[in-house]
């Protein structure tokens, strides 16, 4: 089942005995955790009746006696199980011998009163095994959205908080955040303080408002090179180089972003979808639609001589043969003719 189905089931009172959360989008299985709690444990019981546990360093033993002992002055007990790696393919490292199949043991007659949330951080489990065969039903994945859920995402966030997005500039807040739950959230907030209930924020204020990393300026950097918005391509390196970032740094992040574009370039070739691609390298899928837009640019040929431009600009860089600065100014303004 997905988390919305299973959220709304929660909500209907139609609550699992155990489910497996997995993925890697941790902002929403929090936020389901959060959901499950409030549904199943009255906020005067959540001290006593929600218990959380590392199986990095706890038995499922533990885990599992724990929910078939009665709750303490509550009806109901929550009991969370992080780190539950038996049900990827990940080799097990650690000292702990969790015994996974007394798991499906406890299935066939879980407590009435309990509810164990076991969760991994891990893009897929490993299907051949028995306890994820027997557990399928109450499997709940977290994935990372489509652009287009993303998008929608974070317009229904922007409602609930009583603003509206000016056209164009929640494309903008997801490329300036990089399609991070967790940061668009803070800046939802954010946004919605500044321009209070029934606002537009449009791009000026994204641009104002937002936080950005350096792998995200960079990557801002690239689209407004190759959409030819050069002199707000150089306003954000003059910004990086203002606050000490490294130009060999950044030469660097430039050269993965367009390695990134002919990885995906090459990828959807072959046919692969964006979630497809996001899951082969390990991007997120709205940082895989940028980069197949950025690839409308370019053919595979001449994206190949600008990554062996900028390995030449590195070398050049770190054995002071060219300043480090003007090095990477004349790049982009060759980039950009």
């Not at 997801?174 to 803070?186: C, E, F, N, R, V």
């Not at 900028?310 to 003719?337: I, N, T, W």
């Amino acid at each position: 089942m997905d988390y919305k189905s299973a959220a709304r089931d929660v909500g209907k009172g139609q609550v699992s005995p155990v489910y497996v959360c997995y993925g890697t989008e941790t902002y929403l299985l929090k936020e389901f955790i959060a959901f499950l709690t409030q549904k199943l444990i009255e906020p005067e019981y959540r001290e006593f009746a929600v218990s959380k546990y590392d199986l990095a360093e706890t038995p499922l033993d533990v885990v599992l006696e724990d929910a078939q002992t009665l709750p303490f002055m509550a009806p109901k007990k929550l009991v969370i199980a992080d780190n539950a790696t038996f049900f990827t393919g990940a080799k097990d490292g650690g000292k702990i011998d969790h015994q996974p199949e007394k798991l499906l043991d406890y299935m066939k007659a879980p407590s009435d009163f309990a509810v164990i949330v076991l969760t991994v951080e891990a893009e897929k489990l490993d299907e051949r095994k028995k306890i994820v065969k027997g557990l399928k039903e109450v499997t709940v994945p977290f994935l990372p959205m489509s652009a287009e859920q993303l998008l929608n995402w974070v317009n229904r966030q922007a409602e609930r908080q009583s603003f509206v997005f000016a056209e164009g500039a929640a494309d903008q807040l997801i490329l300036y955040t990089g399609g991070s739950l967790q940061a668009l959230a803070a800046e939802i907030s954010k946004l919605s303080l500044f321009v209070g209930a029934g606002g537009t924020v449009t791009g000026d204020v994204v641009d104002r408002l937002v936080t950005r990393s350096t792998e995200q300026n960079v990557f801002i950097l690239i689209d407004d090179i190759v959409r030819l918005r050069l002199n707000r391509a150089f306003e954000i390196l003059y910004d990086l180089l203002k606050q000490k970032e490294e130009p060999v740094k950044i030469v660097l992040l430039i050269a993965r972003q367009f390695r990134i574009v002919l990885q995906v370039m090459e990828l959807s070739k072959l046919g692969y979808s964006h979630q497809q691609m996001a899951s082969q390298l390990g991007l997120h899928p709205y940082a895989v639609k940028i980069a197949a837009e950025q690839g409308q640019s370019y053919t595979p040929d001449k994206l190949e001589r600008i990554l062996s431009q900028l390995a030449e600009l590195d070398y050049k860089m770190k054995s002071g043969k060219v300043d480090k600065v003007m090095g990477l100014e004349l790049f982009l303004m060759r980039l950009a003719g």
